[in-house]
Each structure stands twice: as structure tokens, then as C-alpha cells.
């Protein structure tokens, strides 16, 4: 998936052609000059709504080379000094869009685990689309969805670091595997369950106590009566 490196900001770019069938927005109107790349106070540059955007409206294309995977490792890294950082961008048919050759604005769109948009992959193109309403001034994000086929290290989560700021951000570029989604749930599940052991037992003392002093009024109750 696609990251980057720092590079000169400011122009507008035009939303692409969409396919067949999303020729217009979700909105009905034609597509026109609706995001701009600029410097991001998240990472680098970025991408921002120059108008209010509406949810599922197709904002741009990710254009670039497409390429093969074996090609892709040749051409690694884009930028030695960070070579973490790429404008790739892999597709379902096992090849890469290389974004740093014929690309376009849709590479400096910065990564967020609380994303406003998501990537849409059509015959082999990909296209970014609202996932929600965007205002005007916003940045454009989504979520990377970067896997690595190794072990979850803290070094080597450290090494893709996230810079996204959201309530729900993992602190790392890298998606949860399965087997670490399901630990997580695992840990959650135990969790929860620790915290209704705890209610019940809070519960259970407090019938307890109400069940005490119900039985010492009880007791008064018949000394009392003993007496009179």
C-alpha cells in the first residue's frame, strides 16, 4: 500500500473518469475540481476537500504504472534514506500500481485508522471514494491496510509509525493479522468477562449486606416483641 515522502505542494488536482456507471457523483452533479494536494500537519503532504465532498462520491483515481511484483522489489526503495515510504499500491491481480511514475495527487493521500475514505479497486483500477461527508478544509485519508509477512515486533511496528492522531489510531501503519485480531478479541472477551465477574460479585455482596440488615431489623423486630 501507498506511503510517501515530502515533495512540493499546492496544486489542484481534477477528479479522474470514473467507470461505467459512475460516470457522476453520488450527488448527481459532474465530477470538477474538488481536492487539492498541500503540505499535512500529519505527514508530509496531503490531500484536502476543497468543497464539501458527499459520502460515496468517487474523488480520484490512484494512477500510476502498473507493474509487476517482481519489478516492484527491483525498483525498491523510492527513496533509500526512507525506505519504508513507497508509492505502491498492490492490486488483487498480484501487480503494482507504481505511483511515483505517471502518478498523480491521489499518492499524497495520507493513511488514518479512523478513515474518511476508503480505497475501491475496479477491473484492476483503484479509486478513491467518501466514506462519509467530507467539509471543506478537510484532509482526505484512509486506511492503508498494510500487512508484512513476519512477526509483529515492537521494532518492527516501530518502523511503520502513525502519525493519524484518531481516537482509534494503532500507533503503526501495520493492519492486525487474524491471529492478532483474535487475541485482541480474546484479551477484550476475557476482559469483559473479568468486569461481569466483578458487577456479580459487587452484586452479590450488596444483596448480602441488604439481606444482614433485613434480618438484624428482623431480630429487633422479635426481641421486642419478646419483651412486651
Not at 109 to 131: F, T
Not at 163 to 191: F, H, I, M, V, Y
Not at 214 to 226: G, I, L, N, P, Q
Request: hydrophobic share 25%; with cysteine; charged share 40%.
Amino acid at each position: 500500500m501507498p506511503s510517501k515522502s515530502p515533495l512540493s505542494a499546492g496544486r489542484e488536482t481534477e477528479a479522474p473518469h470514473p467507470p461505467e456507471g459512475e460516470a457522476r457523483l453520488a450527488s448527481g452533479r459532474p465530477s470538477g475540481r474538488r481536492i487539492q494536494m498541500r503540505r499535512s500537519d500529519v505527514h508530509g503532504n496531503g490531500v484536502f476537500a476543497v468543497q464539501d465532498l458527499a459520502e460515496g462520491e468517487t474523488l480520484i483515481e490512484y494512477k500510476g504504472e502498473v507493474i509487476s511484483w517482481k519489478e516492484a522489489l527491483r525498483r525498491h526503495p523510492h527513496d533509500p534514506a526512507q525506505p519504508n515510504h513507497t508509492f505502491y499500491f498492490h492490486i488483487d491481480d498480484g501487480r503494482v500500481i507504481d505511483g511515483n511514475v505517471k502518478g498523480n495527487d491521489a499518492r499524497w493521500i495520507n493513511h488514518s485508522c479512523e478513515p474518511n475514505c476508503e480505497a475501491d479497486e475496479v477491473d484492476g483500477r483503484v479509486y478513491i471514494k467518501a466514506l462519509r461527508n467530507i467539509s471543506a478544509g478537510e484532509e482526505l485519508n484512509y486506511d492503508y491496510g498494510l500487512i508484512i509477512d513476519e512477526p509483529y515486533t515492537p521494532k518492527l511496528l516501530s518502523e511503520f509509525p502513525c502519525w493519524c492522531g484518531s481516537e482509534q489510531c494503532r500507533g503503526t501503519l501495520l493492519t492486525p493479522k487474524d491471529d492478532e485480531k483474535k487475541k485482541k478479541k480474546k484479551a477484550r472477551k476475557a476482559e469483559k468477562k473479568k468486569a461481569e465477574k466483578k458487577e456479580a460479585k459487587k452484586a452479590e455482596k450488596k444483596a448480602e449486606k441488604k439481606a444482614g440488615k433485613k434480618s438484624e431489623k428482623k431480630s429487633a423486630k422479635k426481641d421486642k416483641s419478646d419483651k412486651d
